[in-house]
C-alpha cells in the first residue's frame, strides 16, 4: 500500500512538472481560471460567478488567490475588484457571488479572473496568471422591451436604499419613475437605462409600496415590500416537563410586517443528534427527547425571512432543566379533628430524579409551611373543625430548574371537644322572697369551640344547709338565661356543649349579700375620653382572683345590652371600651372582686362620659339692685343634671363690658375666637340662682349672659344688657355746674351784644360808594362815573408804612396795602413829591378819623389814637407826626359848623414801601418811610385842595371834581 | 342585491388608487356586455350569469380575496335556486367552461398580480351593471315592488310556460 503512495505522488510531482513556466533558471506554477460562467439571480440580486482550475491540480489542495474584477456596462467601468482566497479541493467549481446595487438586469456587467498560487509550500510560484477573457452577463438594455427592474416583487428593510431601473423600447424614451406616487427624478445609465434611487424607504402598508415606470400609456412595476429588521431571538431557552418532550422558547422581538405570505420562518437545530424542526410558532417550538440516549443538547435557533437571518444558540443537561408538573389532584386522607395526610403524584417520575416539595396550610387565621421530599405528608395540629386550604408545588432537587405549579386542595378536620371554658357573668336583682339571677356567658371563640355548640348547660347547686342541684339547658344561640333563688347561695355552672363533648364548666357563686352592700358604696365620676373611659379600682385581698368590671352599652334602654370584662388580681385599672359607647350618655359602672371561691363583692362604683356635651336648656336672666357700680343678677331655668348630656356643675356668668375694661380677681378672663374679650364669673352651686356682680363702671353699658355648664361646655346663654346708673356725686356736682355754665353763657352772650355795640358805635362800616348820598347829588350833575374814583387808576406816589411793614405785599412798583389785615392802627404818611423826601412836610399821617367824626362828640374816638410801635420809625415820625396831626386834624376842627364838607376818598394803593430795600426803582423817593395806607377813609374837600400844586408827583388824595380826570 | 364596491377597496388595499395605475386597472373586460345578456333567453342568460360567476371565483381564490368569495357564491347560489326551478338538478348550474386556460398565476403580492385582479374585479363589476340592467328589463325586482306581485322567478317560470306553450 504504502509503495502505491509512494507511487501515485512520484507520478504527480511528475505532472506537476509539464504544467509549469520555466523562465529563464526558475519554475513557477501558473493555474489561470478555466469554464468560467457568468449568471444573475434575480431574487438575490446576485451575480453568480463560477469556474474551475485544470482538474489534476486539485489533489495538491493549493492555497490560491483569484482576482476578479467587474466592470458595468463598459470594461472601462470597473465596480468590483475582489481577491478570492481558496483552498483548492478536489471536484470543486469555485463559486462567488457578487451583490449589486443595481439590478443585474439594467445593464450589462463584464467580469475576468486571473489566479496567483498563495502556497508557502511554493513561494516562488506567487506570479498572477494572465487575465482571463472577459465573460458578460448581458443585460436587457438592448431587449427592445420595456421593463422595470427588479420586476414584480422585491423586499427591503426599513431605513435601507432601494435601487430601480428602467429600461425604454428605443433609445431616449421618455420615461418616468413614481415611487407610491411620488415622482422622481434618474440617473441616465445609457439611452435605454435610467436608475432610480429611493433613500430610507419606509413601511407604508402590508400590502407593499407600489413602484413603476411609465412609457407613454405602459406601466411596468413593482411591490417593494418594506419590513422591520429580524431581530435576533432573545431569552431563548429550553425546558421539559416530563423529560420526553422538550419546549423551546424565545423572544422573537418586533414584528417585521413582512405580509402573511412572506413570515419570518424560525427553525431548530440540534448539533448532536444533527436534527432540525421547522417551527411553527414564532415564539415556541416542541422538541421530542431521546432520554435514554442523550441528556446534553446543543440547539441553535435559526430565525430568517427574505431579508435576514439571525440565529442563537443554548447548551444544556436536559435533566437540569426540569419542571415537575402534578399528575392529578393532590388527595387528602385521614381527616380527623386535628389531623390530615395529603398525597400526591409528580412526573417525570424517573428514579434518578429527586423532588423537594412545599407545602403551604392556611387556616383562618394563619399559614404554615412544611417542606418533604415525599409524595405525601402528614399534617398535625390541625384546628378542629376549621377549613383549611393546603397546596403543594415541588421541583427538582439535586438541580433546581423552576417550581411546578402549586397544586391546591380545600378540606374542613372534625369536630372536638369545646377547651377552655366559658366566661360568665351574673346580675342578681331583689325580689320578693329572694333574687332573681341573670346568667350572662360570652360564646367560645372559634378556635375554642371546636365544632358546632349545641347548647348550653347550666347546673345550679344551692351552698345552703339543704344540697340540691338544678340543672337546665340553653339554646345554641342564647348568651344568658334567668332564675329566681332563694335568700341561700347558690354555685352556677356552665358549660359549652357540641358533637365531640362539653367544655369546662364555669362556676360563680350567686349570693344576695352582694346587692346588699351596693347600697353602702358612693358612686365616683370619672372622666373618659374618645377612647373609652378610664377606670380604676384599689387592690383588694390576696384572695381575690380576677377583678370584674359591668356595665350597660345602653343604660336608658330597657334592654341595656349587659358587658362585663374581667382582669386578672394584678390590675387595678383599665380603659373601658365599647363601639357603642357614645358622646352624652352617663354610663355607670360596678366592678367587682372575685373570690377564689368564685364569689363576688363589689369594690366600687363608677359614672362617667366617654365625652360630656353642653346641658340643653337656657336661663332667663333679670336684674335688680341696679347701683351705679354694682347689680344683681338673677335667672330662672329648667338645667338640670341628667345623664343625657354631662355633669351638670354649675354657672358661668359672662360681663361684656361695652367699653373695654380689666376683668378683677374675682373674673377670669375669656377670649373669644373673634378677640372679644370678657369675664366670666364662675357659681359652681347648681341651684345657686342668684349672683350680684360688683366693681362695675358708673354710667356704664354691660352686657351679662349666664350659661349652665357641664365638662362639655356651656349651655345656651341668658342675655341681660345692663347700663349702670350715675355716680351719688353727681347730682351734687350738676347742681353747681349747671348754673355756672348758664350764668357764663349769658355773660358771652351779654359782651358779645357789647362788643357789638361798641364796633357799630366806633368803627361802622365802610360804605358803599355806590350807594352813597352823595351820588344821589352827582346825578344831577351828569355822569355819575365821574364822580367815582377807580382805585385802580390811580397810583399814589409813596406810602410811608410808620409800622407793620410786614403785611405789606407788593405788587410790581406798587404795595397793596389790605387794610382790613392790620388789626392795630397804623399811621400812614403821604410823602410829598421832592426832592427830599424827608423834608419836615414829607410824611402826611392818615388816620381813619374820617368816620370817627360822627363818633367824636361821645369821646370815644379820642382812644383810637395810636402811637406807633416801630421803634425805629418812631424816632424821625414823631415831629412829622405833630404836623400831620395838626395838618389833619385842623380842618376838621377848623370846619365851620353847617358849612359843607365835601368828603374825599383816598385810595387804598400804595406805592411801594420804602422798607423794601431790595425794590430801589429810581422813579420812586428814597427812603419813603410813609408809605402804607391802611385804610380808605373820607377827607375834607378842603384839604384835598391844599395838596401841593399840579406840576409835582400827582398824591392819592384827590377831589370828586379832580376824580373826572384820571390821575 | 346590495352593491359592494370590491374595487374600491381592492385598490384602497393595495395602494393602486392613483391615476396612472386606475387606469392600467380599466381595461377591457372579457365578460358579456349588456348588449350580449340582453339578446339571451333567460335560461341561457341566468346560466351564463353562474358560469362568469363561478370563473371570477377562480380566478380571485385567495384568501385576500375570502370576503368577496363569499359574496360570489351567495350570487351563484341564488342563481342556481332560480335554473333549478326550471331546469332538472345536473343541468341547472354547469360547471363554468374551460374554454381558455388561464394565463400563468403571477405571484401573489407582485405588481403584476396586483393589476391582473384590479381587472378582474373591475370586469366583474362591469359584468354585474350589465346583468342588473337585463334584470330590469325583466319587471321589477322583489325587493322594489309589492311582493305579491310578479317577482323575478315568477316571470321566469311564466316565460317557461309560454316556451312550453309555444
Redesign the interface.
Known sequence: MALFLNLQTVFLLALMHFSTYRTGSSEYLVYPPESINVSIRSDEQCLDIQWTVHLHNYTLNLKMIFQIDIYRSTLSNTVENKNYTTTLKSNETLQWCWHSVLPLECTSHFVRIRSMVDDERFPESRIWSSWSPPVVSKGQESSGEFHIFP???MYAEEDSSVTFCCISRTDNDKIEF?Y??RYMQGIKLSSRTTMFEVKNVAF??R????A?C?LD?S?????L?VGGVLEEPKDFSCQTRDLETLNCTWHPGRDTLL????PNNYSLFEWFSQKKVNCVHRNWCAWQLAPDMQDTYNFTLMAENKLRKRRTSTFFNVNQQVQPKFVGEISIENVDATEATLRWQIIPNQKNLTFLCQIEVYDNEKGIEYNTSNSEFTLSGLQPYTAHSVRVRCCIASHFWKWSEWNSKNFTTKEDTPSGALNIWRIVEPVSGGYNVKIFWKPLPTFQANGKILNYSIAMETLGKVPKVDIFFSDSDSNSTEKIIDEQPYQISVAAINSAGSSIPSVIVVSGNTEKSIQNIKEDRVNGTRDGIYLSWKPDSEETESYVVDWCNYPWDAICDFQWQKFGSNITSAIIRSAAFQSGVRYNFKIYGLSTKHEPYLLAKKTGYTQELALDCKPEVTVDNLASTSLTLNWKDNCTDEPQYGFFKGYHIYKKPEVEEPCDSETEKQVFSDNIVVCMYTVSDTKQKTFNVKKLQPNSTYSFEVKAFTGGGDSLAGIIKVTTGTHENTNLMMTIILPMALFSLLLIIGLNLKIQWVKEKCFPDIPDPYKSSVLSLMKFKGNIHQAILNTSDCIPDAIEVVNKPEISKTQGLRTILVGNEITTPAYLYLLPVGKDALDSQACICFENFTYCQAASDSGSCSQNQMIPTDQMMSVESSEHLLKVDKDYIRPFGNTPAGEEVSLNYVSQLAPTMSGDKGNSSPNLPEPAHCSEYKMQMVIPAGLALSFPPEGDRPISVASLDQLEKPC | MAKKDFLKAFMT????N?P??N??CTGSSDFPVTETLKDLPPVTFLQTVSQTVRLIEQKLNE?VFKRMHIYLQGIDNNVCCMLQALLPAPAACPAPASRRTLSPT??????????ERCKIIQSYQRFMEAVGKVLETWGASPGQRNRKRRSLLNVLLGQRRKVRAG
Open positions: 420586476n414584480d416583487i413614481f407610491e406616487d407604508v402598508r400590502q407593499g409600496s407600489n413603476y411609465k400609456s406601466i411596468d412595476g413593482v411591490v415590500y405580509p402573511e405570505h412572506l | 388595499d393595495q395602494g393602486l392613483s396612472h395605475l387606469e392600467t384568501p403571477p405571484t401573489v403580492g407582485s405588481f403584476s398580480w396586483k393589476l
